[in-house]
Each structure stands twice: as structure tokens, then as C-alpha cells.
T-cell receptor, first 114, second 111 residues
Framework: NAGVTQTPKFQVLKTGQSMTLQCAQDMNHNSMYWYRQDPGMGLRLIYYSASEGTTDKGEVPNGYNVSRLNKREFSLRLESAAPSQTSVYFC?????????????FGPGTRLTVL | GQQVMQIPQYQHVQEGEDFTTYCNSSTTLSNIQWYKQRPGGHPVFLIQLVKSGEVKKQKRLTFQFGEAKKNSSLHITATQTTDVGTYFCALLSGGSYIPTFGRGTSLIVHP
């Protein structure tokens, strides 16, 4: 099993460009998440999806959109990138079958917006 | 919203010394999780604590959940260079299944 995979690993954008970060998991998990990590700020939740077909805002959703394409895939879109969105983005998944469960993280996407 | 404070932000130790990171919540918790992130890597789950006063051990790592379920600690005995990384607590309260992460404690071990 690959676990949680993310593409791309690195990306450089210019201000105003758009892009989509892809995430997929092969653990048959119900819930998926997108976090951003900035130095000294820990992990902040952008959006999450409790199950296929549902998405909800997290702590820092502004400037982002998400799509839960199916049970395996959860994408994050930046419509008009800004320098403040320079960060490391992590996708995670959890089964949540019996309450709070372990979060499994992908390897991350390192994004720089110039 | 739930507030979480994790201290210290950084800790430098000599190899062989002990290390402790603390996590404090403004609200009573249902669960607390701990994760480790190696430099350049992604967070990896270490453990989950559920019961008041619970103590769990993983080799040289000891995790403790406070009696009031508002704080937790991670203690590493006799640090090694392989312990280098950032340790995060993740808090869960009420009926939420979505953890709130602390800002992490970065451990630097000098050989």
C-alpha cells in the first residue's frame, strides 16, 4: 500500500497563477484533510472532508477550494496564488470508524509563490 | 475555539540528556495524540491517550495525560540523534474527531 500520496512534491508559482494539488489514499479511509504548515505555526487545517461528497471549511480556508472527487481523492485548488500562500501543504486521511483516529499524512507539497 | 499551548518551541540537548515537551489546553479534552515530524518529512502518529492520568511508554518515550485531561507531556529519556525532529500534540475535545495541532517542539540533539 502506498498510503497517502501527493503531487507535485515541489511547485513555484507566480502571483495570480492557479494550480491544483492532488492527494490520494489507498487505505479506504472516510475522512481526508488539507493542512498548511508554516514555520513556528504548526499544522493549520484548511479544509476537510468527512466522507465522499462532503467538504467543510477548517481554520484557514480563504483563497482555497477543494473537491472530494471520490473516496480516494481529495484535491486542493488555489485559484489566484498569493505570496502569503507560500507554505508546505500536507494531505491526511483517517478512518474515523470508531471516533477520533490516527491521521496518516502524505509527504507534502512545497509551494513557493513569487 | 480551542486553544493549545505547546512548550518549549525549541530545545537543544546533548546526546544522552533527557527531553520533555508539554502541551496545555484551555478546555477539557477527550483525547490527545502525539506526532513526530523528522526534518523535511511529514508528521507520523506516535500515540493516543484517552484516560485521565494515563501513562504510556514506547521504549525511551513516556507519554502522560493529566488528571484533569487538560494537559499532556512527552518525555524522552537519554536522547539519541535519531530523536531529532518536531513533536506535535494534537487535541480532541467534545465530539469532534478533528484534532487541533499545537505549534510543536523542535528537538535538536548534539552528538
Amino acid at each position: 500500500n502506498a498510503g497517502v500520496t501527493q503531487t507535485p512534491k515541489f511547485q513555484v508559482l507566480k502571483t495570480g497563477q492557479s494550480m491544483t494539488l492532488q492527494c490520494a489514499q489507498d487505505m479506504n479511509h472516510n475522512s481526508m484533510y488539507w493542512y498548511r504548515q508554516d514555520p513556528g505555526m504548526g499544522l493549520r487545517l484548511i479544509y476537510y472532508s468527512a466522507s465522499e461528497g462532503t467538504t467543510d471549511k477548517g481554520e484557514v480556508p480563504n483563497g482555497y477550494n477543494v473537491s472530494r472527487l471520490n473516496k480516494r481523492e481529495f484535491s486542493l485548488r488555489l485559484e489566484s496564488a498569493a505570496p502569503s500562500q507560500t507554505s508546505v501543504y500536507f494531505c491526511a486521511s483517517s478512518s474515523r470508524d470508531r471516533g477520533p483516529d490516527t491521521q496518516y499524512f502524505g509527504p507534502g507539497t512545497r509551494l513557493t509563490v513569487l | 475555539g480551542q486553544q493549545v499551548m505547546q512548550i518549549p518551541q525549541y530545545q537543544h540537548v546533548q546526546e544522552g540528556e533527557d527531553f520533555t515537551t508539554y502541551c496545555n489546553s484551555s478546555t477539557t479534552l477527550s483525547n490527545i495524540q502525539w506526532y513526530k515530524q523528522r526534518p523535511g518529512g511529514h508528521p507520523v502518529f506516535l500515540i493516543q491517550l484517552v484516560k485521565s492520568g494515563e501513562v504510556k511508554k514506547q521504549k525511551r518515550l513516556t507519554f502522560q495525560f493529566g488528571e484533569a485531561k487538560k494537559n499532556s507531556s512527552l518525555h524522552i529519556t537519554a536522547t539519541q540523534t535519531t530523536d531529532v525532529g518536531t513533536y506535535f500534540c494534537a487535541l480532541l475535545s467534545g465530539g469532534s474527531y478533528i484534532p487541533t495541532f499545537g505549534r510543536g517542539t523542535s528537538l535538536i540533539v548534539h552528538p
